[in-house]
């Protein structure tokens, strides 16, 4: 498997064929996906995320925190963990000041962090969005 940094056009194609959301979020940092075939599978997208205040309850500033925000694959890589892990490892390379990743599974689409439970992610807490949640 490799990985290199992604086009805005295979930003966009991922992001609109192989994510549920069909949406691209503001100004991603994105690696594109290649399995063992050298077949293109999609990107793993990072970007400053929606909340602004994400990194505030662990003292981190704009620059020191980024949101895994879409892993929009078609399934041909052979590992979405490896992916992951190898993403993460490659990041540091892009944005040495990132102190921490953080992302969120969507219960809404019946999402229960699976991948993160697989690459050891640290859970901290379920929000309550709904009186369900």
């Not at 909340?51 to 003292?59: L, M």
């Not at 980024?66 to 399934?75: D, K, P, Q, V």
Request: aromatic residues 12%; glycine residues 6%.
């Amino acid at each position: 498997m490799r990985l290199e940094k992604a086009s805005l056009k295979a930003i966009n194609y991922s992001c609109k064929n192989f994510h549920y959301s069909k949406s691209v979020p503001v100004n991603p940092f994105a690696f594109s996906v290649f399995n063992n075939k050298n077949e293109w599978c999609g990107c793993i997208l990072y970007s400053a995320g929606a909340n602004n205040n994400v990194g505030k309850p662990y003292g981190l500033k704009g620059g020191e925190i980024i949101e895994l925000t879409r892993m929009a694959l078609n399934g041909k890589q052979e590992s979405t963990s490896k992916a992951l892990a190898l993403s993460i490892r490659l990041l540091k390379n892009y944005l040495p000041l990132c102190k921490m990743i953080v992302s969120f599974a969507d219960t809404a689409q019946n999402h229960i962090g699976t991948i993160y439970q697989a690459t050891n992610w640290l859970y901290t807490k379920k929000k309550k969005t709904t009186p369900d949640y």
